[in-house]
C-alpha cells in the first residue's frame, strides 16, 4: 500500500501529466487560422469545429490541481507530525526550489490562460470591418510551450516535496535506517569485510 506522500506524489505528477497532454492536444488541434466569408463591407470568419477551447480550459485546471496539491506536498503534516513553516523554509535548497516552482507554475498558467482567451475571443468577435483581415487564431506555440511550462511545475513541486521531507526528516530528528551513528561501525560489519 503506498503511503501518503507517494499518493501525493503520484497525483502530483497525474495532475501534471495531464496538464501537459490537454495543451499538447489544444495546441496540435488548433487551426492555424479561420475562413474569411466576405459580405457587405463586414468579413466573417468561419472556425472549424474544434476542441482548442475546451483542452485548453482542462489544462489549466489540472495545471492549478497540480499547483495546489504541490503546496499539499510541502506542508501536509505526513505521520500526523507537522513541522512549522520556518524550519521547513531553513532549507536553502527547498526555498529556491519553491520559489521556481512558484514561477514555473505562475508562468504556465498565464500562458494557458493567455492562449485559451485569445482563442476564445477569437472565436466570438468573429465579424471584423477590416476587409483583408485574415481569421487569425491564437498564436502557434502558447499552448504547446505553456504545456512543457506546467509538466516543468509538476516536476518542480515534487522535487519542493522530496525537499521538503528532508527538511522534516532532520527537524524531527528522523532516522529510518537503523545503522547507527556516522563513523560507527558495527563488529558484524567489520567482520563480513575481511577477505
Request: glycine content about 8%.
Amino acid at each position: 500500500m503506498a503511503t501518503s506522500a507517494q499518493r501525493i506524489a503520484l497525483t502530483v505528477s497525474l495532475f501534471g501529466v495531464l496538464a501537459f497532454l490537454l495543451g499538447v492536444i489544444a495546441e496540435n488541434k488548433k487551426p492555424p487560422y479561420g475562413t474569411p466569408i466576405k459580405g457587405k463591407d463586414v468579413v466573417i470568419c468561419k472556425f472549424p469545429s474544434d476542441p482548442t477551447i475546451a483542452m485548453g480550459s482542462l489544462s489549466l485546471v489540472a495545471l492549478v490541481l497540480a499547483a495546489i496539491i504541490g503546496h499539499v506536498a510541502i506542508f501536509y503534516p505526513y505521520k500526523g507530525k507537522s513541522v512549522p513553516r520556518g524550519a521547513l523554509f531553513q532549507s536553502t535548497s527547498l526555498s529556491v526550489f519553491f520559489v521556481v516552482a512558484e514561477l514555473v507554475s505562475a508562468l504556465a498558467f498565464a500562458m494557458l490562460l493567455w492562449a485559451t482567451i485569445t482563442e476564445g475571443h477569437h472565436r466570438t468577435s468573429n465579424i471584423h470591418h477590416d476587409m483583408d483581415t485574415q481569421c487569425p487564431t491564437a498564436k502557434t506555440g502558447l499552448f504547446g510551450g505553456a504545456a512543457f511550462l506546467a509538466l516543468d511545475a509538476a516536476l518542480f513541486w515534487l522535487v519542493c516535496q522530496m525537499l521538503a521531507l528532508n527538511a522534516r526528516a532532520d527537524y524531527l530528528d528522523e532516522d529510518d535506517d537503523d545503522k547507527g551513528e556516522y563513523g560507527q561501525v558495527y563488529a558484524a560489519d567489520a567482520e563480513g569485510s575481511k577477505v
